[in-house]
């Protein structure tokens, strides 16, 4: 089986206003360090094993490009790794 982590972000220039709240609010407690904050999402996903490595990483690319994420204002990367039976 294959694991996947998927991690997906406003693109830099598109408005977040989550983001800008998440700001705010850190200042307001306290948090002067905080200079900026992007909130996104972060899915995980389980893959059959019976794909090879460059399947699961074909498969994860059209997912992303067609669900998980709006390429027109979101960026996303993903991470995929082998999970054996003692690692489920």
């Known amino acids: 089986m294959y694991r996947a982590k ?7 220039g598109i408005l977040d206003p989550q983001g800008k709240a998440v700001h705010q609010i ?3 407690m306290g948090y002067k360090a905080v200079n900026g ?18 399947e699961a990483y074909q498969q994860m ?4 490009q067609k669900l998980l994420a709006n390429p027109i204002i979101e960026d996303y990367r993903f991470e995929i790794e082998k999970v054996t039976e003692e690692q489920e």
């Open 6 to 12: 998927v991690y997906v972000y406003p693109k830099e």
């Open 26 to 28: 850190l200042k307001n």
């Open 37 to 54: 904050v992007r909130v996104g999402k972060f899915v995980t996903l389980e893959l059959n094993s019976a794909l090879t490595e460059a």
């Open 61 to 64: 690319e059209e997912m992303c």
